[in-house]
């Protein structure tokens, strides 16, 4: 078990930019898969929004951010980021960070069940 900080949120105008990153404890780091998730307001699900491998080589995205959203990590920093360019109101939810821990495999990973540790979650409010 890891523990999972996540920090950028913020209020942003539509078409602005926000970084998020998403620290974990430990020294396992680059075994783990990694991923972004993200509960929008009245919404009970998390949904996804992009995963990275543990080695950083291959990378998913929802269709909703394809093209907006940039995953990343520093294996040296136990940092794992996301880059949210032209923001949109629809992109306001609960964004949290979930880690596969010691991956056994080099794959990405897209569903909430694949992932055993969470973050508590940053707040992204995208006004309009």
């Known amino acids: 078990q890891v523990e999972l900080e996540e920090s950028g949120g913020g209020l942003v105008q539509a078409g602005g930019s926000l970084t998020l990153s998403c620290t974990t404890s430990?020294?396992?780091?680059?075994?783990?898969?990694m991923g972004w998730f993200r509960q929008p307001p009245g919404k009970k699900e998390r949904q996804f929004v992009s995963?990275?491998?543990?080695?950083?080589?291959?990378?998913s995205y929802a269709d909703a951010v394809k093209g907006r959203f940039t995953i990343f990590r520093d294996n040296t920093k136990n940092l794992v980021y996301l880059q949210m360019n032209s923001l949109k109101p629809e992109d306001t939810a609960q964004y949290y960070c979930?880690?596969?821990?010691?991956?056994?495999?080099?794959?990405?990973?897209?569903?909430?069940?694949?992932?055993?540790?969470w973050g508590q979650g940053t707040q992204v409010t995208v006004s309009s």
């Open positions: 979930a880690a596969r821990i010691l991956s056994l495999t080099d794959y990405v990973y897209n569903t909430p069940n694949d992932y055993s540790d």
């Open positions: 430990g020294s396992s780091f680059s075994a783990h898969a």
């Open positions: 995963s990275i491998n543990k080695s950083g080589s291959r990378t």
